[in-house]
């Protein structure tokens, strides 16, 4: 008897031990009890066809950590480099030391820019190469250089030599190509930026405002104008259609006031028609339509053989490629009908803000009359001593061409301004469509205003407004403001994105993020609750509620610096099953903005943003590995339609699951089935 009540006993305890182990065991944070989230694991391992990643933290994006220097106090900024639009990862002001944490997307570009703006048209910049696989740390020098002059210190070739052609269709000839067809550009101050990217339909616009051997005024386009800065801007290489295959370097000039010239400066870009490549990069590429391959293209207008077009050009560098020319292409694929995307070689124009500015083609000899011209004028001698003729976009300081002084055009454009130059000084048809490129703002920047010499068409006594249109009466504040003399920065009732130095607080990349509550096992379709979070300069964050394809009641929650704070009650703002069934039907709503540190990033702290849905937390996991409660994807992310798995909505989403950093899978998000997501 007494054996039987130790043994009794002892299993008592047994049971006791076992309790309190699992009472003890650690916090999952799941959002239901555990055998329901078992059920959801495995459940999303089957999906999947194996194990998670055991560093997978569902967020698409790395920490990159870098120790930054500066001679004095400088607004320092972190930005793409390159291949496409910017974006603004990090900008602090910096005074001598200072730590930078930030994150990037997981399909990055392996390269990033760091400015340091010291004003007064005083900036250097630097590259740092990633290796997106690490969480990454680097120092970066950013002080000036004794001695440097202010206008001529940007260490621009120090940020760039290193950099290498990306997603580039490299001419297979390029190593015969020599002096006559690849480029280093030593000596020449715009050392490049990588691309920028411009939509299919820049080049169909620019055949359509410049064709071929015709006059441009004749056309309705303004052909005398100049420019006036309001801060840094870039330049980026667009379309050409040309026979020369002599040295033609393009270039910027400003000066301070209107009609004295014997200030102007001159600054050299890059030979821009005798050369295909640029430190082994296309000048200019084009994409077609549902492809991802970048294609090359020049501005040689008999390179066309590869396309059915019958013309062959004489350089014999360009035979044999399938590099062709943009005018060519642009009409054997029918332009925007084709062309998803066009991009070109970018530099960056500064010039002190208030100058006047324009563009140059400077090639072959200059003639007696430009020269007398020039020096009539008080153009500084320095400006002439290489003696070459000179296109420049200020029709005053050309000599006329068969009764045309004009050698460029321009024309202003959903986020850019289209320019276009004419080669030929002194002869020619003046079609402006030699060489042509887009003005953007890019990051920090501010696209310069147009100016118009006399403002007034004189043949027509109409006005040129800044947006391109002709009218009786001039229309808008900057025009008015010339004409009547006063300050052409007092823009009045202009549009506030028009204002300079309104835009000091800046937003950085923005995520999406997209929940699922459990209310339904091996739906996974990652939209029950669907945020976007858009971090900004001001150590600020919104956050906009995107949709609500669950059922169950939920509320929005974020952990800030200051502790837990719920920002909604998610169903009572847009309701249920609300943007999830193909399109949007209710526009997103701002919740809150919130306070979001220098040092928070997405890949450590998207897990501050959580829902309650049941009574239980529902959070991207602290712990890598586990099965995904929610994802946080960079960008204007497109989630899964009502009850479509995300792997239905993104095949390569299993394959980033299994592997963080599969190269091939990276950048899932940006592979849908159109039809399985909402738009």
Known sequence: MIAVMKRKIQLFSIACASTLLTACGPDTDIAGPQTEFDKYAESFKQMIGGEVDKRQNWVTGTVIEADVTTSKPALVSVYTLGKETRSLYAQKTVDGRETFKFDIPQNADTRIAFEADYGEHNSVYRMMKLNLDLKQTASIDLKLNAGSSPTRSMSIRGAMDNMQPTN?????????????????????????????????????????????????????????????????????????????????????????????????????????????????????????????????????????????????????????????????????????????????????????????????????????????????????????????????????????????????????????????????????????????????????????????????????????????????????????????????????EAKPE?????????????????????????????????????????????VYLMATGGSINSELHYIGPNGDQKLCSVHNILGSMTNTNGEITKEAKLMAEVDWPNGFVMPEDAHRFYIVAKGKKVAISTEPGQAPEALCVQGDWKWPTENTSIEAAYPLVGEWAKDLNNSEARDWYNHPNNDKVVK
């Open 168 to 492: 580039s269709v490299q001419n297979p000839n390029s190593a015969l190509c020599g002096e006559s067809n690849q480029s280093t550009d030593g000596g020449y101050a715009g050392h490049h930026f990588g691309y920028t990217s411009f939509p299919g339909w820049s080049w169909d616009n620019i055949a359509k405002a410049v064709p071929e051997s015709s006059d441009p005024k004749k056309n309705g386009q303004i052909t005398n104008y100049e420019l006036i800065s309001t801060g840094p801007f870039y330049l980026s290489l667009l379309y050409g259609c040309t026979g020369t295959y002599y040295q033609t370097i393009l270039g910027y000039y400003y000066y301070k006031e209107k009609g004295n010239y014997t200030d102007l400066v001159m600054v050299d870009l890059m030979d821009v028609l005798r050369h295909d490549y640029v430190d082994g990069y296309a000048k200019v590429q084009y994409q077609l339509n549902g492809e991802s391959q970048w294609h090359d293209a020049n501005f040689d207008y008999k390179d066309g053989d590869g396309l059915g077009g019958g013309q062959v050009t004489s350089q014999t560098a360009r035979h044999g490629d399938d590099a062709y020319n943009t005018l060519l292409v642009n009409q054997k694929y029918g332009g925007v009908e084709g062309i998803q995307a066009v991009r070109g070689i970018t530099f960056q124009v500064n010039v002190p803000v208030g100058y006047r500015l324009g563009f140059y083609l400077k090639k072959g000899q200059m003639s007696a009359g430009q020269k007398s011209r020039l020096q009539e004028l008080g153009v500084p001698e320095e400006c002439l001593k290489s003696n070459m003729g000179l296109s420049f976009s200020g029709a005053d300081l050309n000599v006329s061409t068969n009764g045309r002084p004009y050698k460029s055009v321009i024309q202003k454009y959903d986020g850019y301004t289209f320019m276009g130059l004419d080669d030929n000084p002194t002869a020619g048809d003046s079609d402006c469509n030699d060489v042509t490129f887009g003005l953007t703002a890019g990051n920090g920047g501010s696209l310069p205003g147009v100016l118009l010499p006399g403002v007034m068409d004189l043949d027509t006594n109409k006005y040129y407004n800044t947006d391109g249109t002709i009218t009786d009466e001039p229309t808008d504040d900057y025009v008015k403001n010339v004409i009547e003399g006063r300050d052409p920065f007092d823009y009045g």
């Open 498 to 542: 028009e204002k300079p130095g309104e835009t000091e607080v800046k937003d950085l990349i923005h995520w999406t993020m997209g929940f699922e509550d459990l209310g339904t096992i091996g739906d996974f379709d990652f939209n029950d609750v669907v945020i976007k979070i858009v971090p900004n300069t001001a150590q600020k964050a919104k």
